[in-house]
């Protein structure tokens, strides 16, 4: 099992020490540090900065919205950092929900989300392959564009620029079983955002004829500490967030995922104190059994002993997010 740190999103400015955790996580032996974006900053331009000031380390994004770009750009983006960090580029791709795409992007969440993303990953793989002019007569892709408005000029186009490694890999955040299901098909690795090593049985059946290689890659939050209630209270504020405010009261697909889980009361609870207003109410109603769960919190003992059931299931790679310093080179001597 390998080790990659998740730096996440920035809040209301740049994160501090983002790229000092980087350079340690590299000089630790982690094998990949990943960047993220929701509606603030972008998930490109900090992954750039930290592959200017690291040298072997990889270099993904987990997620990077597919409504953010068409996936031309996207691929441009990838194909562009590939070259700058000598081959060191991941794409991880997300479709996010309505709330974030009609409310933020402008534009309209697909009917049919695994069309959407299948389409989406097509276009992708075609600029990186480079074997011709990029062209798909899709339902919410079309290359040349051929739909509402078009000139009837469009021309088919291949990359200028030659991709430095036609396989680079992409990866696809999935929460829902036919999406996860499509993944395996479709994609180079899947980025669960939540994970739980007691309930890997939920996902077995749709992991099902996962090729040789297929990176399994969930992100964790971590925290070595005395204290494990108080340590579990980062945990359940983001988890309180996602579910609570990442998605409308009518369809929030993390709240969805939560209840499949098997906490779907405490996630229906959460959704309404959020939706109320009542935020601090929202995190105290997150079970500290599922924070736990999904989490790697505690004396050091007690992390080294939880790390047990990750590695006995069919985790490739550890995404660790929120690690201070001291947490991210305890889970390099516990791991690697």
């Given at each position: 099992?390998?080790?990659?740190?998740?730096?996440?999103?920035?809040?209301?400015g740049?994160?501090?020490?983002q790229?000092?955790?980087?350079?340690?996580?590299?000089?630790?032996?982690?094998?990949?540090?990943w960047?993220?974006?929701?509606?603030?900053?972008?998930a490109?331009?900090p992954?750039?900065?930290?592959?200017?000031?690291?040298?072997?380390?990889?270099?993904?994004?987990?997620?990077?919205?597919?409504?953010?770009?068409?996936?031309?750009?996207?691929a441009?983006?990838?194909?562009?950092?590939?070259?700058?960090?000598?081959?060191?580029?991941?794409?991880?791709l997300?479709?996010?929900?309505p709330?974030v795409?009609?409310?933020w992007?402008?534009?309209p969440?697909?009917?049919s989300?695994?069309?959407?993303?299948?389409?989406?990953?097509?276009?992708?793989?075609?600029?990186?392959?480079?074997?011709?002019p990029v062209?798909?007569?899709?339902?919410?892709?079309?290359?040349?564009?051929?739909?509402?408005?078009?000139?009837?000029?469009?021309?088919?186009?291949?990359?200028?620029?030659?991709?430095?490694?036609?396989?680079?890999?992409?990866?696809?955040?999935?929460?829902?079983p036919?999406?996860i299901?499509q993944?395996?098909?479709?994609?180079?690795?899947?980025?669960?955002?939540?994970w739980?090593?007691?309930?890997?049985?939920?996902?077995?059946?749709a992991?099902?004829g996962?090729?040789?290689?297929?990176?399994?890659a969930?992100?964790?939050?971590a925290?070595?500490?005395?204290?494990?209630?108080?340590?579990?209270?980062?945990v359940?504020?983001?988890?309180?967030?996602?579910?609570?405010g990442?998605?409308?009261t009518a369809?929030?697909?993390?709240?969805?995922?939560?209840?499949?889980?098997?906490?779907?009361?405490?996630?229906?609870?959460?959704q309404?104190?959020?939706?109320?207003?009542?935020?601090?109410?929202?995190?105290?109603?997150?079970?500290?059994?599922?924070?736990?769960?999904?989490?790697?919190?505690?004396?050091?003992?007690?992390?080294?002993?939880?790390?047990?059931?990750?590695?006995?299931?069919?985790?490739?790679?550890?995404?660790?997010?929120?690690?201070?310093?001291?947490?991210?080179?305890?889970?390099?001597?516990?791991?690697?």
């Open positions: 099992m390998r080790l990659g740190l998740a730096l996440g999103y920035w809040g209301r740049p994160t501090p020490g790229l000092d955790l980087a350079r340690e996580a590299e000089r630790l032996g982690y094998a990949s540090v960047t993220a974006e929701a509606w603030g900053s972008d490109f331009t992954l750039t900065w930290i592959a200017a000031h690291t040298s072997r380390i990889g270099l993904g994004t987990a997620v990077a919205q597919m409504a953010a770009r068409t996936p031309t750009a996207t441009m983006h990838a194909l562009t950092l590939d070259h700058l960090s000598g081959g060191r580029m991941m794409l991880g997300g479709l996010s929900g709330q795409v009609e409310g992007y402008g534009r969440f697909p009917s989300p695994l069309t959407a993303s299948r389409e989406y990953v097509e276009v992708v793989r075609q600029v990186l392959r480079r074997e011709g062209e798909l007569d899709g339902r919410f892709h079309q290359h040349p564009y051929r739909g509402a408005g078009a000139s009837g000029l469009g021309r088919a186009l291949a990359p200028i620029t030659h991709p430095l490694r036609a396989g680079l890999p992409v990866l696809l955040g999935a929460e829902g036919k999406n299901a993944t395996v098909r479709i994609a180079d690795g899947w980025l669960p955002l939540y739980s090593p007691l309930r890997t049985g939920a996902y077995r059946e992991l099902t996962a090729p040789d290689g297929f990176m399994v969930p992100m964790v939050r925290r070595v500490c005395d204290d494990l209630a108080e340590g579990l209270l980062s359940k504020a983001m988890l309180a967030f996602y579910i609570g990442m998605g409308h369809r929030n697909f993390h709240a969805d995922l939560m209840a499949r889980m098997g906490f779907e009361g405490p996630a229906r609870d959460i309404r104190l959020f939706a109320e207003g009542r935020r601090e109410e929202a995190v105290r109603a997150v079970p500290d059994a599922f924070a736990d769960e999904i989490s790697l919190t505690g004396p050091r003992e007690r992390i080294a002993e939880r790390l047990e059931l990750w590695r006995a299931g069919p985790v490739t790679d550890l995404l660790v997010a929120g690690p201070d310093p001291a947490t991210l080179r305890t889970l390099a001597e516990l791991v690697l």
